[in-house]
């Protein structure tokens, strides 16, 4: 069972990305999808979250700018970030307890994207 995040890269302040992190593997079920962020010389940080159902957490600093959504059907979250900023800048990572088929639940991290917010 694995993560897979994709969509990072340099981008203007005031610019838009959108990232994607998909589960593959021996998925049974996953509630609950993070992102998550790192900054240089910073602690790894939660971004925003997404239940199964659709309930969403964000972080005060992003709010209203970050918007967490999920296609249930392929295991696969969206980060659409919009209005950027230079302090946006760090590696983003998405995280999920997952059950596989077996029954087991496990904390999978996916290994980052890099988001560069700099003119």
């Known amino acids: 069972v694995q993560l897979q995040a994709s969509g990072g890269g340099l981008v203007q302040p005031g610019g838009s990305l959108r990232l994607s992190c998909a589960a593959s593997?021996?998925?049974?079920?996953?509630?609950?999808m993070n992102w998550f962020r790192q900054a240089p010389g910073k602690e790894r940080d939660l971004v925003a979250r997404i239940t199964s159902g659709g309930h969403t957490e964000y972080s005060n600093s992003v709010k209203g700018r970050f918007t967490i959504s999920r296609d249930n059907a392929k295991n696969t979250i969206f980060l659409q970030m919009n209005s950027l900023k230079p302090e946006d800048t760090a590696v983003y990572y998405c995280?999920?307890?997952?059950?596989?088929?077996?029954?087991?639940?496990?904390?999978?991290w996916g290994k980052g994207t890099q988001v560069t917010v700099s003119s």
């Open positions: 995280n999920a307890p997952i059950t596989t088929m077996s029954h087991e639940i496990l904390d999978v």
């Open positions: 593997g021996e998925v049974f079920n996953i509630n609950v």
